[in-house]
């Protein structure tokens, strides 16, 4: 399968603190994306980092890309109760046809 | 505003009663894709559009069909629903360039229980 990989599978953190998720593949990719979902409801965009890109911005969120490790971060800085859902990273292959998901982070940000 | 909709949002049916799962976008995307999620395996491809009547095979194509005859509509199609194909669907576009953008959007979700 060429599904990526994402751990932790769940992380519980106190609002105010970072919390990180990271995301492996196994593909070469032209772009990795993170997805965010909130119980059971559609996916929305967060942010993507092109292959020759290593880091990104937005807001409180910090995405890193190593492609020699096959790896992607997502870093969320003073987390809030509000960003409790799952994170999903998503890379599309090099022919830009097919997108393939990662099994998710499920964060739980206790107020 | 920009909107991808899913029809039914539920569905309880019987195994081998055939159904369709609809998808309509209004953005004039070229992309349009189906993903089912299941517990623990994150969203899996099934079909992928990447226009008009140009359809391909995802990671799980198994036991669907798709159709493209227009480019918002972008039907799922179970001719022979079976248990395993309970799960959560959902319908996504985007535009489509091989410089991008790459980011979907996607429907509410379909949640289908076969008995």
């Known amino acids: 399968s060429q599904q990526g990989e994402e751990d932790p599978q769940a992380l519980s953190i106190q609002e105010g603190e970072n919390a990180t998720m990271n995301c492996s593949y196994k593909?070469?990719?032209?772009?990795l994306q993170w997805y965010r979902q909130n119980s059971g409801r559609g996916l929305v965009h967060l942010i993507l980092i092109r292959s020759n890109e290593r880091e990104k911005h937005s807001g409180r969120l910090r995405v890193t890309l190593d492609t020699s490790k096959k790896s992607s971060s997502l870093l969320i800085t003073a987390s809030r109760a509000a960003d409790t859902a799952s994170y999903f990273c998503a890379f599309i292959n090099t022919g830009g046809f097919k997108t393939i998901f990662g099994a998710g982070t499920r964060l739980f940000v206790k107020a | 505003e920009a909107q991808v909709t899913q029809n039914p949002r539920y569905l309880i049916t019987v195994t081998g009663k055939k159904l369709t799962v609809t998808c309509s976008q209004n953005?004039?995307?070229?992309?349009m894709s189906w993903y089912r999620q299941d517990p623990g395996l994150g969203l899996r491809q099934i079909y992928y559009s990447m226009n008009v009547e140009v359809t391909d095979k995802g990671d799980v194509p198994e036991g669907y069909k798709v159709s493209r005859k227009e480019k918002r509509n972008f039907p799922l199609i179970l001719e022979s629903p079976s248990p395993n194909q309970t799960s959560l669907y959902f319908c996504a576009t985007r535009a489509f360039s091989g410089q991008g953008p790459y980011e979907q959007y996607f429907g509410p979700g379909t949640r289908l229980t076969v008995t």
């Open positions: 953005m004039n995307h070229e992309y």
């Open positions: 593909t070469s990719i032209n772009n």
